[in-house]
């Protein structure tokens, strides 16, 4: 089994920044196959960020150059560092690890922008 604990989510003004943290423990292959998602109230799903198989990083159209991923294999962490955020990034946010039929998810951090 893989354990996902997110942090770092919180209030932030427009324009601000936060760096959220996704630690995983347990059974698992490499850190690239966790990528962050979020979801907001009314709204389906969606893929922010994650690592390709080549170990390059992907992001959604609304946040390339605002945000960036990463990971520090020593802390077995993955790093969602956001910034310029927008009230439209508000949602909630979390990591997943995702290996052919390996599917785990974190509980989720509350990320708010406000206007």
């Known amino acids: 089994q893989v354990q996902l604990v997110e942090s770092g989510g919180g209030l932030v003004q427009a324009g601000g920044s936060l760096r959220l943290s996704c630690r995983a423990s347990?059974?698992?292959?490499?850190?690239?196959?966790i990528g962050w998602y979020r979801q907001a109230p009314g709204k389906s799903r969606e893929l922010v960020a994650g690592f390709t198989s080549g170990g390059d990083t992907n992001y959604l159209d609304s946040v390339k150059g605002r945000f960036t991923i990463s990971n520090d294999n020593a802390k077995n962490t993955v790093y969602l560092q956001m910034n310029s955020l927008k009230p439209e990034d508000t949602a909630v946010y979390y990591c997943?690890?995702?290996?052919?039929?390996?599917?785990?998810r974190g509980q989720g951090t509350q990320v708010t922008v406000s206007s």
């Open positions: 347990g059974s698992f292959f490499s850190l690239n196959y």
């Open positions: 997943r690890y995702k290996r052919g039929w390996t599917d785990y």
